[in-house]
């Protein structure tokens, strides 16, 4: 077989067999296919397309080049959630607790952030002392034992992924949806679980800018998944603004204690979070249908139990637990300070990359894998799309190392928002459940 066969026929738009894409992944996972050979067939992939039997390969291919994880040891069903990224979000740190006390099993593998967006380890690690660096074992005694365990990515899993994103990143070859299917599909069925549920982000600060493309990657994705053997649902959400109000890693933390608390029980992450839970709740059988998921869901909530599952996973994973009930004891930063509107009017656009990026000048985020992160650092929101303002009213605080950096983050922070005289309808958060 010649890669150079395979570039012709792709090119020409022909699908590639079984053998053929077998053969693409394993020489070029083992660098006998080189980075020019392997940029010109994702070019020829992203304009020519796949069909859904080479998407089923590739992603299958890109599983087994690299370890499987095999969650046998671990009893009953387990579920696990991936989101396509955005700011503020911070949805694992309050589904996870809250679908593990109601008895579904969390086996998840989470990464740190890049970019504007943070990653769900960075922010757990602002409980002192917490650790996803669990051996295999650990892990599986930890869902075990607690129901629930988040575990670092290992450098293992799905390699062929990890060379292949970083190719892509560069070669303008991102957005094409047997791409992405098959580069977060393959980890995530490595990863093990019986339950997969995606949150696929649709909006300016995610990659899918229209609903139209958001459902497309979201029907891609189950359907991959359900083809591997996987229970798998969907929800589409809208990313025209942050999630929630905190974006920055224990402003987040606390944000979502806060919720966990059962304080702002209507708000977009708590309306997520029940929407992504009562669908592992369905698909694991837990539940007859989202109605009666949803209300467990909030009993585990009301009752307390969420937050003390919290509690337990941060216990178990090396980390000091009073912060759950006392988040002032989270990382504090040293500055804070407010963003007062110059004008008045109704928010009608926030840009959430922009503010992804604020709190990163802040220290909240890294702009290569090797920078250290500042927890405390970030910002809170105090007004949203649809809300009006007066000139003066404080639009955020900024959390902040030193006074300079405060005061760069404001008046970027203010450059963020845009504002109409008249009222501004938000479009529906929850676009669609698949
Ligand atoms: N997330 C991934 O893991 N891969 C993609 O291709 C896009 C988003």
């Known amino acids: 077989m010649k890669m150079t066969d395979l570039l012709a026929k792709k090119r020409d738009g022909l699908p590639l067999s079984t053998e053929e894409i077998n053969y693409m992944i394993q020489g070029y996972t083992d660098g006998s296919i080189p980075d020019y050979q392997m940029s010109a067939m994702c070019m020829a992939i992203l304009l020519r397309g796949m069909d859904e039997r080479e998407v089923l390969d590739l992603t299958m291919a890109m599983v087994h080049s690299g370890e499987v994880l095999d969650l046998s040891p671990i009893a009953g069903i387990k579920a696990d959630k991936h989101s396509t990224g955005g700011v503020?979000?911070?949805?694992?740190?309050?589904?996870?607790?809250?679908?593990?006390?109601?008895?579904?099993?969390?086996?998840?593998?989470?990464?740190?952030?890049?970019?504007?967006?943070?990653?769900?380890?960075?922010?757990?690690e602002s409980f002192p002392g917490f650790?996803?660096?669990?051996?295999?074992?650990?892990?599986?005694?930890?869902?075990?034992?607690?129901?629930?365990?988040?575990?670092?990515?290992?450098?293992?899993?799905?390699?062929?992924?990890?060379?292949?994103?970083?190719?892509?990143?560069?070669?303008?070859?991102?957005?094409?949806?047997?791409?992405?299917?098959?580069?977060?599909?393959?980890?995530?069925?490595?990863s093990g679980a019986d339950v997969i549920v995606l949150d696929v982000k649709c909006g300016d600060g995610s990659f899918m800018k229209t609903p139209e493309?958001?459902?497309?990657?979201?029907?891609?994705?189950?359907?991959?998944?359900?083809?591997?053997?996987?229970?798998?649902?969907?929800?589409?959400?809208?990313?025209?603004?942050?999630?929630?109000?905190?974006?920055?890693?224990?402003?987040?933390?606390?944000?979502?204690?806060?919720?966990?608390?059962?304080?702002?029980?209507?708000?977009?992450?708590?309306?997520?979070?029940?929407?992504l839970g009562s669908c592992m709740l369905t698909e694991a059988g837990?539940?007859?249908?989202?109605?009666?998921?949803?209300?467990?869901?909030?009993?585990a909530v009301s009752s307390g139990r969420a937050l003390d599952k919290l509690a337990e996973m941060v216990r178990a994973q090396g980390g000091d637990d009073a912060a759950v009930y006392h988040p002032e004891l989270l990382p504090q930063a040293s500055v804070t300070c407010e963003v007062p509107s110059l004008q008045a009017g109704t928010v009608s656009r926030i840009h959430a990359e922009a503010v992804g990026l604020v709190s990163m000048g802040l220290g909240g985020g890294r702009a290569k894998k090797e920078d250290r992160i500042n927890p405390a650092v970030g910002v809170v929101l105090h007004k949203k799309l649809g809300d009006v303002v007066q000139e003066g009213e404080s639009l955020a605080t900024i959390y902040a190392a030193s006074e300079a950096s405060a005061a760069e983050a404001v008046e970027k922070l203010r450059r963020c928002y845009e504002f109409s005289s008249g009222p501004v309808e938000r479009p529906p958060f929850i676009r669609k459940i698949l």
């Open 88 to 124: 503020g979000d911070k949805t694992s740190l309050v589904l996870c607790p809250m679908v593990a006390a109601c008895g579904l099993k969390i086996a998840k593998m989470s990464g740190r952030g890049l970019g504007h967006t943070g990653g769900t380890i960075d922010k757990l």
């Open 213 to 275: 493309a958001a459902e497309e990657l979201a029907r891609n994705l189950t359907r991959i998944g359900r083809l591997a053997g996987r229970r798998c649902a969907a929800i589409i959400t809208d990313m025209d603004q942050p999630l929630g109000t905190a974006v920055g890693n224990a402003l987040e933390v606390r944000e979502a204690i806060s919720v966990l608390s059962g304080e702002d029980p209507d708000g977009d992450l708590m309306r997520l979070c029940l929407a």
């Open 286 to 299: 837990f539940a007859a249908s989202r109605e009666e998921a949803e209300q467990l869901l909030r009993d």
């Open 131 to 190: 650790t996803t660096e669990l051996t295999e074992e650990q892990f599986f005694e930890n869902v075990n034992r607690h129901g629930i365990a988040l575990m670092g990515q290992t450098a293992d899993l799905a390699p062929a992924d990890k060379k292949l994103y970083a190719l892509r990143d560069v070669t303008g070859t991102v957005p094409s949806i047997p791409l992405i299917v098959s580069s977060i599909m393959s980890k995530k069925l490595a």
